[in-house]
């Protein structure tokens, strides 16, 4: 069954230092694998896509199949980082075309 | 662009009632799908609409049931509410097509916080 697992429902961390959300997901075949963010009285907004191999905000993720893993990496954190962020997965098979499972949260606190 | 847009955004119901959330999806996106949030969860797959068909369907019971119109703007009716549907209700765009790979990310609207009494 797809699953999505994010084991850090809260993570502070001080201003300038690197920061790491884990995400572990469970799919039979090849994923798709995004992170998006909800800032502060905001809607819930995409800030990457394995598939782009971007960095936004300065923000990596890299899928490891191996590992099951995506985690999302910063390496000097800001303020403004301070958000939830949700990992998801799309999958699901023919015919549906584009359904996603999404984790429970990592809320990042970011202090100065 | 306006983005996804849902009303009501808040709306108060009781037990035994059924309620009509709606969506209107970003223009040119055919695609629309519907997810319940509960308090401290991430958002849970309820359905998704392509081109006013049914394309996938979440755990969910028949009380739960939808629609996409020509416009390819979606209505999300639930029956006979119970507490347990007290959530935050989001819909999401996307321009995923049939075939299509599924790197299409969804877009969300700000939702419809549901409360059951």
């Known amino acids: 069954a797809q699953r999505v697992t994010q084991p850090e429902k809260l993570l502070s961390v001080f201003k300038g230092a690197p920061v790491e959300l884990k995400c572990n997901y469970s799919y039979s075949g090849s994923p798709e694998l995004f992170w998006y963010v909800q800032y502060s009285r905001q809607r819930l907004q995409l800030l990457l896509r394995h598939i782009s191999r971007e960095s936004i905000k300065g923000f990596t993720a890299d899928l490891n199949k191996g590992e099951t893993s995506f985690h999302l990496k910063k390496p000097f954190a800001q303020e403004e980082d301070s958000a939830m962020y949700y990992c998801a997965l799309s999958g699901g098979g023919a015919p549906v075309v584009n359904k996603f499972y999404f984790g429970s949260g990592t809320k990042l606190n970011v202090k100065p | 662009d306006a983005g996804v847009t849902q009303s009501p955004t808040h709306l108060i119901k009781t037990r035994g009632q059924h309620v009509t959330l709606r969506c209107s999806p970003i223009s040119g996106h055919k695609s629309v799908s519907w997810y319940q949030q509960v308090l401290g969860q991430g958002p849970q797959f309820i359905f998704q609409y392509y081109e006013k068909e049914e394309r996938g369907r979440g755990n969910f019971p028949d009380r739960f049931s939808a629609r996409q119109f020509p416009n390819y703007s979606s209505e999300l009716n639930v029956n006979a509410l119970l507490l347990g549907d007290s959530a935050l209700y989001l819909c999401?765009?996307?321009?995923?097509?049939?075939?299509?790979?599924?790197?299409?990310?969804?877009?969300f609207g700000d939702g419809t916080r549901l409360s059951i009494l």
């Open positions: 999401a765009s996307s321009l995923a097509r049939v075939g299509q790979l599924r790197n299409q990310p969804q877009h």
